[in-house]
């Protein structure tokens, strides 16, 4: 129980998920990019740090940076593909599903009033949004948006995503390596800085209501 406890701890620490191996770092990038329960997971502090690490520290992520990046893109599209489809086959049921420790109705709510805004450029706008990244994909399913459509956002979204964030943690690693001494501070600031649309847009959806 304790060995399970000590895993669940390591996949919301991004630093610990870059120090286990590329293979648990593509996982969590795909599960927070498609699977409904991946929310939680870090996402712009783990791909960051990914670029800050490959440009200091060999010794967890001995590949280049085209080959991180490459790997996490195919993770992120791969993720939101198997998002879509989800969407896709559950439909509407998801909004009449109940809250549970994995899913909050709320999240997916969200999603939909800022894809109500911003139509199909969620899938790129998204990814760089906390728990929208994570249901726009299924919501992409569940209103059936076209299947190249979509799939044109999602490989556009991952490179934009993915290789913005990698590559200014790899620029600040390779040219002020004392950043990986801040790693904490920066994932804190990751969180509060991309949490805080999310927050603004649950709350009009809320007062709206």
Known sequence: ????????KDLVNPESIVQLGLPLLLFVVF??????????????????????ICATNNEYLNVNIL???????GA?????????????????????????????KRHLQATQSFYQ?????????????????????????IIIIDFKKFMLFNIVGATAWISSISLIGYFLGSEFPE?????GYIVIGLIIITTIPVLITYLKEKRSK
Request: proline letters at 4%; zero cysteines; charged letters at 15%.
């Open 117 to 141: 805004k911003h139509g199909g450029k969620t899938l790129i706008l998204g990814r760089f949004l906390p728990v929208v990244r994570t249901f726009a994909p299924i919501l992409a399913g």
């Open 179 to 183: 950043t990986k001494n801040y790693l």
């Open 67 to 73: 080959v991180l990046n490459l790997s996490m893109i």
């Open 31 to 52: 599960a927070e990019t498609g699977l409904f329960f991946g929310f939680f997971l870090p996402g712009d502090s783990l791909v960051f740090i990914s670029g800050l």
């Open 1 to 8: 129980m304790t060995d399970v406890w000590n895993f669940l």
């Open 76 to 104: 992120a599209v791969f993720g939101n593909l198997v998002g879509y489809l989800f969407g896709k086959k559950v439909g509407p049921a998801l909004f009449k599903k109940e809250d549970s420790l994995f899913f909050k």
